[in-house]
Structure formats: C-alpha cells, structure tokens
C-alpha cells in the first residue's frame, strides 16, 4: 500500500484543509517564560544538532489522554533522551487542556510540547492571532532523523504542511491521518451470513435482518450526538458532491438545506423512526456506545479510524471490526459508494514561551522519524503523516481495512472544515440538533433548521473571524 499516493491523490481533491477555531476565551500570553530562558537554553547548532538543542535542558511534554493514551508520547520521550541523556524529561497528560494550561499560557510559562486534542483543547484561533505558538519552518528544513539525504518536510505526506499552517506560517503538527466511517464487526456479520449495505435501500432492508435477529441495528454515542452528523453530511456530501461541504463550510444562507441535506436528512431519520437504535443510546458517552457495539448489542457505529486503539482493552478476541464508507442514496450520486471522508489530525504544538524551544522541535524531529512513526501505528493502530511509514508494519485488523478504504476511495475523498472553523457550531449547535434529532424529538425539517440556525448565529457574529474555503 503507497499511502504516499492515497495522499496525494486525496490532497488534490481538497480533502486536506487548514483548521482554525474560535477565538481563545480570555488567553493572553504573558511575558517571561521563553523570553527569560531563550539563551540558558540555547545549544549550539551542528550538522549532528541542527536545531541547536542544549544538551541538559529539561523538556516538558503535555498529552491528550484520549484514544491514544500517552504510551505512544513516553517511547517517543524515551528516543529523544537515548540522543540527549542529559536532558530531564517532565511528561504528564490530562482530558482538559484548556483548563489544564491555559493559566500557564497566560502568565507564559506553557509547557514546550503540547497535543492540543481532545473535547477540552484550546482553540487554535487564539492562540494562532496572539502570536502563542511557535513557527516549526525551522523543523521542517532540518535534516530527517533517520532517512537519509531528505529534511523533515521531504518525509511527509502530501497536505500535512498545508493542514497546519496559517497566513504562511507552519504552526500546527497534525500527525495523524484519519478515516471516518461506519464500523461493523467481521465475525458478527460472518457468523449471521450478513453483507454490508452499499446503498441506502439495501442498508434499511440490513437492518430490519438484523433487528429480526435480536440485535439493535445501530448505537450512538449520545452524550456526543455529533457522531452522527459525520454519516448523515457524508451522504449528501457523496449525493450532491463537494460543493455541499463547502457551502456549510463558508456558511452560505441555507447551506444546511440544500436538496442534498434534505435528502440525506430524510433517509437517516428512517433508522429513527424505524427503531433501529440501541434502546438507551441517547444517555451513552463515546466508550459506552462503542463498548456496546464491541459486546455485539448493535451492528453498527459511527466513528473515526482511532475506534481500534480507543477499544483496545474491551474488544473481543476475533471481532475484527471493519470501517466502511457510507451507502449510497442511489445511482444520481456525484461520488461513488467508495468515497469515504479523511483528513489530518491529532494536532500538536510548541508553544512560542517554551522555555526550552529548540527542544521541542528535536522532540517533533523525533515524532517524524520513521522509527518514531511505526511505533506509534503499532502502538495505537493509527496512520500517520510521515511517508512509508506503514512499510514492513504488521497492521491490526480494523487499521487495515482503513488503509484498504483509502485506496479505494483514491481521489474521491472529501472533508469538510467548519468543525474545525468554527469549534461552536459543531461541538454545541449541530450537537444538540443532532441529539434532539437521532432521538426522535424533532423530524428532518426541525433538524435542519437548527443547524442553520446555528450557522447563521456564527455567520451573524461579528466577533467571530470568518475564513473562505476555496477547494
């Protein structure tokens, strides 16, 4: 498998995006800090050191603690102190980064590494406008750790410069790749002598099969209704084609109800009225639904391609969970039924008051190693950034069928951006819509009109920087 050609070929369809966010709620950076320490850090620079790194100076590396654990960061800490031994290394992790750093922001005294991630991040349009985080150009330049006669950016995958740059300026290091789709269990479907759907007729006629056998055809995450809305966009993303995302992207008037949503709205809102939900779904977080579904209480779920790692300690021996894409509403779609939504992700930063900066960068010149990269997609069954990395790297089950899903959506793939343009209208507006709708307290009009409510709320906000997506 080329993921290098995935890539490309996704990248060139526009499915990779710069991210941006709202503004950071009363963050401003202080003085002191990197300021204070800039020369008591400062190594000097070498063919051997080419980011200059002081030897003995003490790193600290924050982690989101979510579907990734931090095992994966403290083997990435371990190869940084096998080439600085000297170097003091102060590892923590938290779910609540905002709430975490955000003081130290403030008073400039962050941290030098951060995996902004997660519910509880700091939104990236702050910290980006007040001039918080650091410009990693000087990382990309650098010679590669460990593949000769290439710099840092020479390894990396076609988009994963663009995804975390602003105005120019590469600021932000996602290092995941990332497929979302519909989960469903090999051995579950093998057993029952079931196919997965690939049109949207075939999938309701799945499902009344499956609810005939005991089983709940679909489970949520409830507590995280937006789940939900990533299938119910990508099927009018595959009906009415890119133009659909883009236009709820760049908040045009009554983007979330064009023929395309309406659409999509309605065919999804047949499994509500059907009862093909998990009895209890709606009081479900993320790990309940998706633990549900691992002890075969339902057939499908939606989610991103870091369920495996995110199930890891709870997943049957042999269930050997499979992404797909989303069916098709039928033969007038404009992508075909292998079209399956991905991008970039799983940000990370150096904050701009890092005390020891120089250190931070050699940290990310460790992440993109090609050591550094197999072990973490050995570690947390996930793709990242970095070209070849999977080569020689025995996959699990559920990351394989990503990798395969990929390939076969070549340059059909897509991506929309508003979540990451706006973190309010996704994680509280769309949210809630989503809950009120997949419950079945609102119809498709209802949900639709919430969710351009919504968008016209943020459009309408003038303190609110608004981007334009182009392609």
């Known amino acids: ?57 003490p790193l600290e590396v924050v982690i ?5 654990g931090e095992e994966y960061a403290k083997a990435h800490e371990a190869m940084y102190k096998e080439k600085y031994p000297k170097a003091e290394i102060n590892h923590s992790s938290t779910q609540e980064i905002n709430k975490t750093l955000q003081p130290r922001f403030v008073d400039g005294t962050p941290p030098d590494v951060v995996n902004n991630s997660g519910a509880g991040q700091i ?9 918080a985080i650091a410009d990693l150009g000087e990382l990309l ?45 090999a051995k579950l479907f093998g057993d029952r002598g079931w196919q997965y759907a690939k049109t949207w007729d075939e999938h309701i006629a799945l499902c009344r099969q499956i609810k005939a056998a005991g089983i709940a055809p679909w489970t949520y995450a409830g507590k995280h209704p937006r789940y939900m809305s990533w299938p119910l966009i990508a099927t009018a993303v595959k009906l009415g084609g890119p133009s659909v995302a883009m236009a709820i992207d760049n908040l045009e008037p009554n983007a979330w109800k064009s023929d395309a949503m309406k659409t999509a709205a309605d ?24 633990t549900a579904w691992c002890q075969g209480k339902a057939a499908f779920i939606s989610c991103g391609s870091w369920l495996e790692s995110e199930q890891k300690k ?36 150096v904050p701009a008051k890092a005390k020891n900066l120089a250190g ?28 070849g990395s999977t080569d020689g790297v025995e996959l699990p089950f559920g990351l394989s069928t990503v990798v395969k899903a990929l390939d076969a959506s070549g340059s059909n793939g897509f991506n929309w951006v508003y979540n990451n343009y706006y973190r309010k209208l996704e994680r509280e507006l769309v949210d809630a819509a989503c809950g009120e709708f997949f419950s079945g307290r609102i119809g498709p009009a ?26």
């Open 64 to 68: 989101f603690n979510g579907g990734f």
């Open 141 to 185: 330049n650098a010679p590669s750790l460990d593949i000769p006669g290439k710099t840092v950016k020479e390894t990396l995958l076609p988009g994963a410069v663009e995804v975390g740059s602003y105005d120019g300026k590469f600021l932000v290091l996602n290092y995941t790749y990332t497929a979302y789709g519909i989960w469903h269990s």
């Open 446 to 471: 209802e949900f639709l009109d919430q969710c351009q409510r919504g968008a016209d709320s943020i459009a309408q906000d003038s303190s609110i920087k608004k981007y334009k997506r182009t392609a």
């Open 267 to 290: 065919a999804w809102h047949q499994i509500v009225k059907d009862k093909f939900i998990l009895d209890g779904s709606p009081g479900l977080d993320h790990v309940q639904s998706q």
């Open 123 to 131: 939104d990236f349009n702050g910290l980006v406008s007040q001039n």
């Open 314 to 349: 709870v997943t049957p021996e042999g269930f050997n969970m499979i992404i797909q894409p989303t069916p098709s509403l039928g033969s007038g779609d404009k992508l075909p039924y292998e079209a399956i939504r991905g991008t970039a992700g799983e940000p990370f930063m």
């Open 1 to 57: 498998m080329n993921r290098r050609d995935i890539l490309r070929r996704t990248a060139a369809a526009g499915l990779l995006a710069t991210p941006a966010a709202g503004l950071l709620a009363g963050c401003a950076t202080g003085g002191g800090g990197g300021d204070r320490d800039a020369e008591t850090y400062k190594g000097t620079k070498s063919e051997q050191n080419p980011l200059g790194v002081k030897e003995d100076a």
């Open 360 to 387: 931070g960068l050699e940290y990310f010149r460790t992440m993109l190693s090609l050591k550094g990269a197999q072990d973490f997609t050995r570690k947390v069954s996930s793709l990242t950034i970095v070209a």
